[in-house]
């Protein structure tokens, strides 16, 4: 594990008074990124992780928007955002705190294969975005508190391993990959685009030659296939790309040079919009 310290977190993460963020990564599952903080008036903007997002409020209320559906979370909920789900995160009344994890695809289908003894056949997804489960809730807090506090390798991975397979056992179930139609196709083809040019000045005509739809349409087709518009996936992709080179070592100025931000700056507000940390915080020591 190499946790980022509360105080350096403070230290280097634009966050409003009262407000404390806590960064590390448990690198025995899969890296997995863990956040502990509480935010007053920090506000996400609307982003997606290729991973899960699993957590739970411990005080305070959160409100976020995901599936087009606004929800508020408190105290003895358990929070799902399944893989490139859009969503956002903004405190409710005096703020909240909460703990998050984000797994990988490839961690949860590993736990459902262990736990059903066959392969999984498809992508785990959760099927409420919000659970009340005051049980788990407490667990899983005491669970993401052991691996930021150096406890042994086998109570860290009994505890977690334990609280995400009853996640997976009692609210998700297996999806396999659905059928798209020809403007589905389009909409992939400019997703494969973006993902592989991220870096690059893209503009809206080159996007429609790519695609065969007008410029227009390949918006209102992506954003209704995605929940993004072309430019917000191609900021969010960027984001993706800046979080594996900070977390590689990378400067965040060379950073923002690499992932196609205009200066650091650009790169900072971005970031923190969506990852809720600040570059410098995030990056990896």
Known sequence: MEPISQFDAW???????????????????????????????????????????????????????????????????????????????????????????YPTIELMTGLVEDMTG?????????????????????????????????????????????????????YAKILPRSATGSESAAVQTLVDYLDAHYADDVTLPELARISGLSRTGLIRAFKAETGLTPHAWLTDRRIRAARNGLAAGMSPGEVALACGFYDQSHLNRAFKARVGVTPGAYRRP
Do not use: K
Request: aromatic share 10%; charged share 25%; net charge negative.
């Open 11 to 101: 230290q280097t993460t634009e966050t409003g008074p009262r407000e404390h963020v806590a960064f590390w990564r448990a690198p025995r599952f899969d890296a997995l990124e863990c956040l502990a903080a509480t935010f007053r008036t920090h506000e996400y903007a609307q982003h997606t992780h290729e991973t899960y997002v699993v957590g739970v409020i411990e005080r305070g209320c959160e409100t976020f928007q995901v599936r087009g559906v606004r929800h508020f979370a408190l105290p003895g909920d358990v929070c799902f955002v399944n893989p490139d789900e859009v969503h956002d995160g903004s405190p409710a009344a005096d703020g909240y705190s909460y703990r998050m994890t």
């Open 118 to 170: 066959r392969p999984a056949g498809g992508t785990p997804s959760f099927v409420a975005p919000i659970v009340h489960d005051p049980e788990l809730a407490r667990r899983f807090s005491a669970a993401h508190r052991r691996l930021g506090a150096g406890s042994d390798a086998l109570s860290q991975d009994e505890a977690l391993t334990a609280v995400y397979a009853d996640a997976l056992a009692r």
